[in-house]
DNA sequence: CGTAGTCTTGAGTATGGTCAACCGCGGTGG
DNA sequence: CCACCGCGGTTGACCATACTCAAGACTACG
């Protein structure tokens, strides 16, 4: 039996693989590690090397300020490509955690280099995913700069909904947050006690639901209409690499 | 005389390039069009199939919210590479405009495509690149979601000036803006007021000097202490693309 | 010399932060 | 088995940072 790798996967609803490239992918997973939540998978100014594929769970990255605040600078899911910013910094920019227990599947930089050299429609497929990413970090980007409390919680709740939807059909309009409001809140710039206030009443205006631990969005067109919030998945392109044949 | 590619030039001052990727890339500049201060290069939602590469003077990347207020994404600066994200996305996510007086050298996405399947190391670069925009992001994400006024100020300033310094030898300690309070308040999420506030008071507080348009940064410990600020340049390293050999 | 855009400043306001108290729940150890 | 503890959620009172509105000054350019 073949283990199977979830990033191939993940690349794979996109556009048709190879099974060389889907080998070569897989080969990246070879290492899973089982990492307990709370765990630190990688910490700021480390130097690093290495790279991941997160399998299973949940993980975030963040940075820690001077002054003790934190920001949570992405939220990551199963089949996500974790800490390349180690292929251009000797140190890490960030932090790691996990959020919940997870399988995180490391491999050095070096074995990546020599997967794009071999295969290049592989190299533009990661050219083309941290566009993505890029654009997803512009969007919150525009967020914390420019909307309100309100706004920031709704679009945040679509931006998870919507990911997690890309690789869990069984999603319709509720899923897990997985998420303390506090974490919430240093994702999105405000403080917790703040994040409360706006679910609370969130919640109370019948826009989103809550059962134990988790939320139902009761009210999609007008939670998108008050985030400011446009699905980038649906625009997406990927026929812009190669063809197989 | 060969035209010279200010692109390439960048990528040069990192690692090496063959005559033949020097060629490829100088490709890319092969149309150069001038476009005039205040010109709109691609808007929001418009069909879009072109990169660019910035050869002279600057542009930035924005968007504008429903309640017609703006973000702006990145300020671009020559040797830059832009509007990356027309390779996964059909509809523009972004706006471009020009700051200044501009040179801009549009390509074909599909010409990008074929250069990477041709020049692994060109594409190992980029995706290098793109790496480093992302902390770029980052960078500016945790400025605006956990910094004051004048930390977000202070660490705007220093980043356009390391900026400079990376193409510009001659800058020592003072540079030309060339962003209205107001742009740079739609770049950390300010108003033009509250900027203007803030860069009086760090003129009276000796950290910055101002005369017709030029900024001197008279205190660069301080300001990037005050603004949390970490040079991401000097601690990058391209060794990771393959040798040229 | 007039006009438009930018800068500057003040007065008043509001959004979101701070501080503090309390609740509820799940885990843990006596 | 239950008391205790600690974390996360909830709420209120008060506060501060940054926004809004508005007016006037400066500058560049026609």
Same mark, same amino acid.
């Given at each position: 039996?073949?283990?199977?790798?979830?990033?191939?996967?993940?690349?794979?609803?996109?556009?048709?693989?190879?099974?060389?490239?889907?080998? !070569? @992918?897989?080969? +990246?997973?070879? *290492?899973?590690?089982? &990492?307990?939540?709370?765990?630190?998978?990688?910490?700021?100014?480390? /130097?690093?090397?290495?790279?991941?594929?997160?399998?299973?769970?949940?993980?975030?990255?963040?940075?820690?300020?001077?002054?003790?605040?934190?920001?949570?600078?992405?939220?990551?899911?199963?089949?996500?490509?974790?800490?390349?910013?180690?292929?251009?910094?000797?140190?890490?920019?960030?932090?790691?955690?996990?959020?919940?227990?997870?399988?995180?599947?490391?491999?050095?930089?070096?074995?990546?280099?020599?997967?794009?050299?071999?295969?290049?429609?592989?190299? !533009? @497929?990661l050219? +083309?995913?941290? *566009?993505?990413?890029r &654009?997803?970090?512009?969007?919150?980007?525009?967020?914390?700069?420019? /909307?309100?409390?309100?706004?920031?919680?709704?679009s945040?709740?679509?931006?998870?909904?919507?990911?997690?939807?890309?690789?869990?059909?069984?999603?319709?309009?509720?899923?897990?947050?997985?998420?303390?409001?506090?974490?919430?809140?240093?994702?999105?710039?405000?403080?917790?006690?703040?994040?409360?206030?706006?679910?609370?009443?969130?919640?109370?205006?019948?826009?989103?639901?809550?059962?134990n631990?988790?939320?139902?969005?009761?009210?999609?067109?007008?939670?998108?209409?008050?985030?400011?919030y446009? *699905?980038?998945?649906?625009d997406?392109?990927?026929?812009?690499?190669?063809?197989?044949?």
């Amino acid at each position: 039996m073949v283990a199977t790798s979830c990033f191939a996967d993940r690349l794979a609803k996109h556009v048709p693989l190879s099974d060389a490239e889907r080998k !070569a @992918l897989t080969r +990246l997973e070879e *290492n899973p590690r089982k &990492v307990k939540r709370g765990a630190m998978i990688q910490r700021v100014n480390d /130097t690093v090397t290495e790279l991941f594929v997160l399998r299973e769970g949940r993980v975030m990255s963040f940075v820690i300020l001077p002054d003790g605040s934190r920001q949570i600078l992405r939220v990551y899911f199963p089949g996500d490509f974790i800490g390349s910013a180690s292929t251009i910094y000797s140190k890490a920019p960030e932090s790691l955690v996990a959020l919940s227990d997870a399988i995180i599947c490391p491999f050095d930089k070096h074995a990546l280099r020599r997967l794009l050299e071999e295969y290049p429609r592989v190299a !533009a @497929l990661l050219f +083309l995913l941290s *566009n993505a990413e890029r &654009v997803a970090l512009t969007d919150r980007l525009a967020s914390l700069g420019r /909307t309100s409390a309100k706004a920031r919680v709704a679009s945040f709740l679509l931006d998870i909904f919507d990911r997690l939807r890309v690789t869990d059909d069984s999603i319709v309009d509720s899923f897990d947050l997985k998420l303390t409001q506090e974490e919430i809140g240093d994702a999105i710039g405000l403080t917790s006690v703040h994040v409360n206030r706006m679910i609370r009443r969130m919640e109370q205006e019948g826009l989103i639901g809550r059962a134990n631990g988790r939320i139902t969005l009761l009210d999609l067109a007008r939670l998108e209409e008050i985030g400011h919030y446009t *699905n980038r998945h649906k625009d997406m392109d990927l026929d812009w690499v190669p063809s197989l044949n």
